[in-house]
């Protein structure tokens, strides 16, 4: 397979860094091939602005969606987004790597996902779900976090994690069309012994090694819903 891996840390010793490096050892050595885009080391741009056109469909009014479809037929796309782009495309895994701030991504991870995921490309029109652009492709995600693993989960104070994680895993990763794996998880990560840490690591490298047979999360798929995207099950 090939792998992309999107890390977003700003401390390149940071825990988070480390899964990312054993992610990178472990599917090399179980002969696949790995890129890493490291955004903060790229001092990636995460903000979504018309400069990222250089031919606008429409120069007196942006709409953002619009000039990805446009900018993506003319090839004009920022030479950022399309790098990045180019990385997304050839990936048949995308890993995203990062701390969680806030029950979400850093900021600049939110802004690849603004400016990679082009209208057009992965998604556009009825191209989401099961036919999002990027169908074929596998996604998973891979998070540390400060929390201790007793307070998600249905009645616990933070609710489940799939809840806190739903607007990546669903509304980005699953809407265009990637198969979704359940996320990894690094509990309590600051708070832990260094044994404990190295323990994560261990466990992520042993679900690295089997990650192509994984199943993938369930969501919606569009033949089950009508034109207007009323679910076809409640017309009975
Ligand atoms: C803005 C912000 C918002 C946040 N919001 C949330 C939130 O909503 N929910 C939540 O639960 N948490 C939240 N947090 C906490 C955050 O998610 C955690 O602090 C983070 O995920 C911990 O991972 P890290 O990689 O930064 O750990 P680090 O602090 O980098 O590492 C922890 C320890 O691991 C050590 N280490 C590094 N490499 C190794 C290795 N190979 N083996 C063993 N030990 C190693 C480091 O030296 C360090 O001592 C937030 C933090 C911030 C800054």
């Not at 895993?169 to 979704?180: I, K, S």
């Amino acid at each position: 397979m090939n792998v992309l891996i999107v890390h977003a840390h700003p401390e390149p010793q940071s825990f988070t860094a480390a899964l990312r490096d054993q992610a990178v050892q472990t599917l090399q050595s179980n002969g696949h091939e790995v890129r890493v885009s490291d955004l903060y080391a790229m001092n990636w741009n995460p903000v979504a602005s018309a400069e990222d056109f250089s031919l606008r469909e429409n120069p007196e009014y942006l709409a953002y969606a619009l000039e990805q479809r446009h900018n993506s037929k003319t090839q004009t796309l920022a030479t950022d987004i399309r790098q990045e782009l180019d990385k997304l495309l050839w990936a048949d895994l995308l890993i995203l790597n990062f701390p969680i701030y806030w029950f979400s991504t850093p900021a600049i991870l939110k802004g690849w996902i603004d400016r990679v995921l082009v209208s057009g490309i992965c998604y556009g029109g009825k191209r989401f779900y099961d036919q999002g652009g990027l169908r074929g492709k596998k996604a998973l995600v891979t998070v540390t976090l400060g929390g201790r693993e007793h307070m998600f989960g249905e009645g616990a104070i933070h609710g489940p994690l799939e809840d806190m994680l739903r607007p990546l895993l669903r509304g980005t990763l699953a809407y265009v069309g990637l198969e979704v794996l359940q996320p990894f998880v690094g509990w309590h990560v600051p708070y832990i012994s260094a044994e404990a840490r190295q323990a994560f690591l261990v466990s992520y490298g042993r679900r690295l090694e089997s990650i192509e047979s994984d199943e993938p999360i369930q969501y919606p798929r569009l033949g089950q819903f009508d034109d207007r995207l009323y679910p076809l099950a409640q017309r009975q």
